[in-house]
């Protein structure tokens, strides 16, 4: 395949400001920031720094973002891929993507390495484990423990997960010294969704007659990337209008569409 291993970020510009509501979550990686920018602070004392957080929740609640901040914030490079994209790989090309991750992230240590979808390598060894895909899929996670596991406790690299399935994902990934901490990533609720709205709406061409609280009370469920893209159809149906702002009605059509667009969705998944 073509595809490229992984991505690398290492001027990354998201911080915690871009991430709205989720507070008990950014508190929780907050000491990732600190792990990371002061691990002597921590060693000196004899405490072994933390190899792997999962984040854990719905789609589209701001993980991958959460992640991002984190090295923003500790300003430390980015390395990300995806569990999806291991899926109908050739055998032993995961094992060694994974490999290959690992060694850049070290050398460029401190830095972080961000698995999203994790469960699509991570998943639970099932019944039909003959099958040359879940081999490779196995042979990929298995890669990724001996890759924790061979982490020194001043190795300062910290991998961060994402999952909407925790309860899928193999014990194994779990045990101490890999992923021992979850921190969750939930729905936005009311106030969380105006505080997003308010990120979102940010650069946009605002008229006098949005009305955020209105908003968020018109959006039970959405989650932050819905919302974001509220924002963004909203600023679209306007100018379609040669409109020379976004108003209320705009954003009404947009939550409309947004809600129908979740419906079909829906009805797809059932
Ligand atoms: P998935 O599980 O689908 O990978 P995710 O939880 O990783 O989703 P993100 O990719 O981080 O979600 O979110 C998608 C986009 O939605 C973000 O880039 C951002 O624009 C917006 N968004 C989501 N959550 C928030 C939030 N809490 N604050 C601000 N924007 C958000």
Redesign the pocket.
């Known amino acids: 395949s073509k595809a490229k291993l992984f991505d690398q970020n290492t001027e990354v510009k998201t911080s915690f400001k871009?991430?709205?509501?989720?507070e008990g979550a950014k508190e929780e990686v907050q000491e990732i920031v600190d792990f990371l920018k002061f691990p002597e602070k921590y060693t000196k004392l004899g405490g072994k720094i933390p190899k792997g957080a999962l984040?854990v929740?719905?789609?589209?609640?701001?993980?991958?973002?959460?992640?991002?901040a984190v090295a923003g914030e500790a300003k430390v490079p980015f390395f990300s891929l995806?569990g999806s994209d291991f899926v109908e790989m050739f055998v032993g090309v995961g094992a060694s993507r994974v490999r290959d991750l690992f060694k850049q992230a070290k050398e460029k240590s401190p830095s972080i390495i961000f698995i999203?979808?994790i469960d699509a390598i991570g998943r639970a060894r099932g019944k039909n484990a003959m099958s040359g895909s879940n081999d490779e899929r196995e042979n990929t996670l298995n890669q990724l423990l001996t890759e924790m596991d061979g982490f020194g406790t001043n190795t300062n690299v910290i991998v961060i997960a994402?999952?909407?399935r925790a309860d899928i994902l193999d014990k194994a990934l779990m045990r101490a010294g890999r992923f021992d901490r979850q921190i969750y990533?939930d729905l936005?609720d009311v106030r969380?969704r105006k505080?997003?709205f308010e990120?979102?709406l940010r650069p946009l061409k605002k008229a006098k007659d949005l009305d955020l609280d209105f908003l968020s009370k018109q959006t039970p469920g959405f989650?932050?990337?819905?919302?974001?893209?509220v924002c963004n159809e909203a600023a679209l149906i306007a100018a379609r209008q040669g409109k020379k702002a976004v108003d209320k009605q705009d954003f009404l059509d947009a939550v409309d569409r947004i809600i129908g667009g979740l419906e079909k969705k829906n009805k797809i998944i059932t």
């Open positions: 871009d991430v709205a509501g989720l984040l929740g719905p789609p589209g609640t701001g993980k991958t973002l959460l992640a991002k995806s999203d979808e994402a999952t909407n990533v936005p969380e505080e997003i990120v979102h989650s932050g990337a819905d919302i974001a893209n």
